[in-house]
């Protein structure tokens, strides 16, 4: 859905939109949308700006991605609201730098007539998913030797010797 800018200017657009699975590209990210990705919310132009836009809503999805320890799936339910305002990008378009100010920092930028909602989705999930993806907080993850999930069976393998040359280092 293309969130035009000349509609917002004349009132306020709200959405209601369903994205079955395989409808959002997240292939990059290593991540699936194991349910439909469902985003209600609105967006407008703020009065007296300079074409500032505020997008709010609430996203609802089901994410799954390989455990960062074991490699096994890992699920990671999404729910909840975002906030978000954006500038024209005429506004920093010049060849000279500027500074950003800590206000200015949460602040997107766009380009055109306009944004589209899906990267504004797909940019969402993935700040919403932590930042260490595991499948639960006490996963042992896999063993160094043989490489078994330490979470289905123990194995007996035991960690190799260290290199006798940094012995010096340990004792620091």
Not at 142 to 152: F, K, S, T
Request: aromatic share 6%; hydrophobic share 35%; charged share 30%.
């Amino acid at each position: 859905m293309f969130l035009s800018i000349q509609e917002m200017e004349v009132r306020k657009v709200r959405f209601d939109e369903t994205f079955q699975p395989g409808q959002l590209d997240f292939s990059g990210e290593g991540l699936e949308q194991a349910s439909p990705l469902r985003a209600t919310g609105s967006g407008e132009v703020l009065p007296h700006t300079g074409g500032e836009v505020r997008i709010t809503g609430h996203l609802t999805v089901r994410m799954e991605a390989a455990c960062d320890r074991c490699l096994g799936r890992a699920a990671f339910p999404l729910d909840g609201d975002f906030d978000l305002f954006y500038r024209p990008m005429a506004v920093i378009a010049r060849d000279e730098e500027i500074e950003i100010h800590e206000g200015e920092v949460e602040i997107g930028f766009y380009e055109g007539g306009g944004m589209e909602l899906e990267d504004i989705l797909c940019e969402q999930v993935l700040l919403a998913l932590p930042m260490q993806r595991v499948c639960r907080e006490d996963c042992r993850g896999i063993c160094p030797v043989c490489g078994a999930n330490r979470n289905e069976r123990d194995c007996q393998c035991r960690a190799a010797a260290g290199d006798d040359r940094w012995a010096g280092l340990r004792n620091l």
